[in-house]
């Protein structure tokens, strides 16, 4: 019998200090695919010399729309895909392995992934159990064009995965802080096009909420310093975003009044890396 192609897709930007881990986890996959949004470090030399076919795109549409690109650079029949800061351990790899050689009727499967803040793994806080489809057949999915917080969508029947990813999601607390910059201006370009409103007072009831709700609802005490660390993550990305929301929507307001017109919607920018 033969064995179905597994294509592994990664989307990257500036990603040197982690893809060569993400790229040699993958070594059993039949093609690697790294689709970089204008690296000015060594992350397209790093995955060259790995084996991976890279592609480069000098604009950035958003993140759904440019993992679909790098879905249709693709060619096996199952695509793994990952970001640059997940890697896949044996017995994952093991089992990925065994789910496309018999996939009993199933078309994607979902995969527990294990993250990491400043190298320590979270087990609460609302990090965990964190289930990510991203295993599927090539037909059957496509991904979302959120421009952030994307997700697959798959046209069949999806199951689950037991083995976990493996993430290093904050890598330290620089890395925090230009996270929380880039996926609030995001979230709040997506929220404002969806027509939603804040203020800033209620900015901050959310970021408190965002807190109380990590660190006391969700268990994150019970990881100690990092589980504190992980609910002020939340609570800064949460007031970040509600306030560039309350300052677009008032810049909207304002521009309407002196025109007499809907105003143009705030524009952010994002992207990986």
Not at 24 to 46: C, G, K, P, W, Y
Not at 149 to 175: C, F, Q, W, Y
Request: proline share 3%.
């Amino acid at each position: 019998m033969t064995v179905p192609a597994l294509s592994v897709i990664i989307i990257s930007r500036n990603e040197e200090a982690c893809i060569a881990r993400c790229l040699r986890s993958v070594h059993f996959a039949d093609e690697i695919v790294v689709l970089d949004n204008n690296s000015t470090d060594q992350t397209r030399d790093i995955a060259s010399a790995l084996g991976a076919k890279v592609l480069i795109t000098l604009d950035w549409p958003g993140f759904g729309a440019q993992k679909n690109r790098a879905l249709a650079a693709a060619t096996g029949d199952w695509v793994l895909s990952l970001d640059a800061d997940e890697w896949v351990e044996p017995p994952l790899a093991a089992e990925i392995r065994a789910a496309i050689a018999n996939p009993k009727g199933y078309d994607g499967f979902e995969i527990p992934r294990r993250s990491r803040f400043c190298g320590h793994i979270v087990r609460h806080g609302g990090w965990s159990p964190d289930l990510v489809l991203r295993l599927f057949r090539r037909q059957s999915g496509r991904f979302s064009n959120d421009t952030v917080h994307e997700k697959v969508v798959v046209n069949g029947k999806v199951t689950r995965l037991s083995h976990p990813m493996e993430h290093d999601s904050i890598a330290d607390l620089a890395d925090a802080h230009d996270k929380i910059g880039r996926y609030a201006e995001a979230s709040a370009a997506r929220l404002l096009t969806e027509g939603k409103r804040s203020s800033i007072s209620k900015a901050v009831l959310r970021s408190v909420w965002a807190y109380m709700n990590s660190y006391v609802f969700k268990l994150g005490f019970l990881d100690g310093s990092t589980g504190a660390m992980v609910a002020a993550y939340s609570a800064s990305y949460t007031y970040q975003k509600w306030a560039l929301v309350a300052l677009g929507s008032e810049a909207k307001s304002a521009e309407k009044s002196r025109t007499g017109v809907k105003g143009k919607s705030v524009r952010f920018r994002n992207r990986p890396g």
